[in-house]
């Protein structure tokens, strides 16, 4: 259970997957409020899906194992370690439309899909 202070200041929580070549990928994220109680339910009830599908959007800080140890030894964490889900198999993030010019996301200008994502440029 989290308590109200990690709610309101954060709660570090590590994410460990293993990456396919036989070692693991780390990511550290401070959660507050409304996200730190979300991924604490999705810790405990082990919803492998959500985390698959939803963790490339939250946890974006990717370390190595040796940072991923010091922040678990520096405060209370949650580490959330997952064989069934590997690294490769997150769902990224979709990316946000981007200005055709520079500086034109304030002036009124068009915005266009970036090209990954089926638009032309």
Known sequence: MLTRDELTNGVPFILRLPDGAGRFAHWVQTLRGDEARRWYEIYCASDWEALR????????????????????????????????????????????????????????GSLSVPASQGGSR
């Open 53 to 108: 599908t939803q963790a490339a959007q939250v946890f974006v800080k990717r370390v190595d194992e040796a940072e991923a140890q010091r922040a678990r030894k520096r405060v209370r964490c949650v580490v959330i370690h997952c064989d069934a889900v590997t690294a490769e198999q997150l769902i990224p993030a979709p990316q946000a439309p981007m200005p055709r010019q520079p500086r034109w996301e304030n002036e009124g």
